[in-house]
Every structure is written in structure tokens, then in C-alpha cells.
């Protein structure tokens, strides 16, 4: 299959009409969050298409907007000393965590122009995530009341979306290669007892980001166009 991902400088543009996708490569979290407000503004003004965003974060932790759902174990000092930056955002969930070896998206659509509600959305993100993961060989499952997939009880992707005049931001992180034990440092999405795991941790496989990337760019372009 060839690549569905053509590289602009520093970013690279889907070369289907829509939505356009670009791989910011491994960011800072912070950086990638500004650049989602500044996308969600000019999507509502019309400035430019839906858009998603691909990338693999450094070390963070991030807040969700449910107060109660942000469990931290340990201190912001003692994050700061392992280099883990720490984030509060107004997506929806708890807290929760990115670092290298985890692919996250961030669509940034008009969910009127896709006749979707919120639920529904979060839906499609799962639906994604499934025929992804199904791709490297893992078989994900919804649970009813928790947004994200699972495989049988240890969580493998997480989801966090805020919605804003229509246009979404935020979305979807999934475990492919990365360090799990970051995880131990707080209640993932507020949920006690929670286990996460990944591709490798469920397969003993590494895969390559760039060919997880292509076929996460053409799932998107299905579901989305």
C-alpha cells in the first residue's frame, strides 16, 4: 500500500482532499495543544478543512476536566524531577498519560457536517481504534460506561474529547510500544485497579510508528471523508 502521507517541511499532508492529516512527529504536549486551539478557531471561521493531527508526545501527564477523576500519587516535584511535564486541559476524563511508543490523534472536525453527536463520535473514535489494533493483531473491546478499548480487562486506548460550537479537539491515545510504567504514578481516568497494556506488552511484537501512522491515516480518511 502506498503511503497515504506526503511530507511538507516539518509536517506532512494527507494527499486525499479530506480530511487533511499531519504527523507532528514526537512534540511536546503543550506545542500540540496550541496548535489544536489555533486549528479550532480557523475551522470555525472556515479557514481550513477538517483536520486531524498525528503525533507521539514526550513524557506528560495530563487533567482532564473531571475534577474528581484526576488522581496524581505522586508529586508535580518529584514528576518534574523524571522530566514528566504535567498539564491541566479541558477535555473531557481524568487524567492520563503520553509518552514515545504511543500514538495519539486529534481530530479537529465539524461534527454538523457529520450529522454526529458526541456519543456517536466517541464511537467512531473506538471504532478506529479497534481496526487499528485489529491490524496488529490485538482484539480491542468497548466497555459499556468507560470511553476507550480494552483487551479483556487492561486497558489499551484512552479517550478524551471536548466539543466546542460543533468543531471537536482532543481524541484518542493507543498503546502501541511505550514505556508503561509511567501509568503507576497516578489513577488512570480515575478508575482504581485499572491495568494498562499495549501492543507489545500483549504480542512481544514491535511494529514500526511510520507504518502504524499510514494505516491510522488511511482508517481516518475512511471514516472521516
Not at 70 to 80: D, H, I, P, R
Not at 97 to 103: D, E, R, S, T, V
Not at 106 to 129: H, K, S, T, V
Not at 184 to 210: I, N, Q
Request: charged residues 25%; hydrophobic residues 40%; proline residues 3%.
Amino acid at each position: 500500500m502506498e503511503s497515504v502521507i506526503k511530507k511538507i517541511g516539518n509536517w506532512q499532508l494527507a494527499i486525499e482532499n479530506t480530511p487533511q492529516i499531519f504527523d507532528c512527529g514526537l512534540a511536546k504536549y503543550g506545542e500540540i495543544l496550541e496548535k489544536q486551539h489555533q486549528l479550532h478557531e480557523d475551522r470555525l471561521l472556515g479557514k481550513i478543512p477538517d483536520t486531524i493531527l498525528i503525533v507521539e508526545h514526550y513524557s506528560v501527564i495530563t487533567l482532564g476536566a473531571r475534577q474528581s477523576a484526576n488522581k496524581l500519587l505522586v508529586g508535580e516535584e518529584e514528576l518534574a524531577k523524571n522530566n514528566i511535564d504535567v498539564v491541566e486541559t479541558r477535555r473531557g476524563g481524568g487524567t492520563t498519560a503520553h509518552n514515545p511508543g504511543q500514538i495519539v490523534f486529534y481530530p479537529i472536525l465539524n461534527l454538523q457536517q457529520f450529522g454526529l453527536g458526541i456519543n456517536e463520535y466517541i464511537r467512531e473514535l473506538e471504532a478506529i481504534g479497534i481496526e487499528l489494533l485489529e491490524y496488529l493483531d490485538i482484539q480491542a473491546q468497548r466497555k459499556k460506561g468507560f470511553p476507550g478499548l480494552w483487551v479483556a480487562d487492561r486497558k489499551i486506548a484512552s479517550i478524551g474529547v471536548r466539543v466546542s460550537k460543533q468543531i471537536t479537539y482532543h481524541g484518542m491515545a493507543i498503546n502501541i510500544s511505550n514505556e508503561l510504567n509511567i501509568f503507576d504514578l497516578f489513577v488512570p481516568c480515575g478508575l482504581a485497579g485499572v491495568e494498562m497494556t499495549s501492543v507489545f506488552k500483549e504480542t512481544g511484537r514491535k511494529h514500526s510508528m511510520d507504518k502504524v501512522k499510514e494505516k491510522l491515516s488511511q482508517l481516518l480518511t475512511e471514516h472521516f471523508s
